[in-house]
């Protein structure tokens, strides 16, 4: 069983906290470079402190929607608002969350996996919302790390020599199409830019924010849209009347751009069985929540 290690490495006092991934539900539909089901455990303690079910979630950069989805299935908003811009991400989104979910679990369900049959799929995803959304799930099984951004290729080797077809588990992401579909009334999409729909509700007191921009220095191009403005974005969350909790690689730049806004930074270490260890950099008015 594997098991992520996160440890605080800024605080005065070290603290370590073993957590099991086991507690961790895997609900997304996706599998996601950049994805922060192993930040859950922080995050649900963010959530406990600062959601409620009068407070509506924002997450600007959804992605894989691992936060949002935590946050609606455990109740611990009310509502919750998902923004992404990517059009295949989206797809996935708006057929699963806007009536179309049952479709995209059997079009899964039925696929036979081969090389040739992928191509086809991801060919054909201008045809509509179902095939774009169709050959987005296909595309993030067979290509190395999950990434989306143009050029990726498909696994080669995969887990024991599987190739393709590795990550392919037609049932399970069945499974969580139809679970996200059930409780897709507290659940909200937007297709779009993260920054419009934040600073359309800079007033409102009743909203928090999962900020998880793509990496300021990502070191290959992990996503369709990856180059944001962060200088900005810091000014957007200064003005945010809601809490927020941002999550950064931890550059000197982010944490320069913190220091700027008078915001908290917390170094966060992950370990887990399969990666070497990682450094991510959350940002926040006030994170003493997160020496509790
Ligand atoms: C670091 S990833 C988010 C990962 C997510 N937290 C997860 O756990 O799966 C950043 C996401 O922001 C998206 N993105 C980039 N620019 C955007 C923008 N201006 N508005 C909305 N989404 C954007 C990218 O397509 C990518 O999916």
Known sequence: MDQIELFDTKPLQKKQHIVNVASVPQRSPFRY?????????RIRQWLLKHGGLDKELIEPFTGGGIVSLTAAFESLVGQVTMVEKDEGVAAVWRIILEGDAEWLADAIRNF?????????AIEASNQSLRSLAFATIVKNRV???????????????????????SRWYPETLQKRILAIAQIRHKIK???????????????????IYFID??????GRRLYRYSI?????????ANKLEGDFLMSYDNTQEAQDLAEHHGFSTRSISMKNTHHAEK?????????????E
């Open 33 to 41: 470079a950049g994805g922060k089901t192993w930040l859950i455990p």
């Open 112 to 120: 036979h996996l081969t090389p040739e049959n992928a191509r086809r």
């Open 143 to 165: 290509n190395r790390g999950g990434i989306l951004a143009d050029g990726a290729s498909f696994i080669k080797q995969g887990e024991n020599g599987k190739g393709i077809t």
């Open 189 to 207: 999409f937007i297709e779009g830019d993260g920054f419009e729909i934040c600073e359309q509700n800079t007033h409102r007191r009743d909203t």
């Open 213 to 218: 921009p793509p990496y300021i220095n990502a």
């Open 228 to 236: 944001i403005n962060h200088k900005g974005l810091f000014e957007l």
């Open 279 to 291: 450094t991510e950099l959350l940002i926040g008015r006030d994170l003493s929540w997160l020496l």
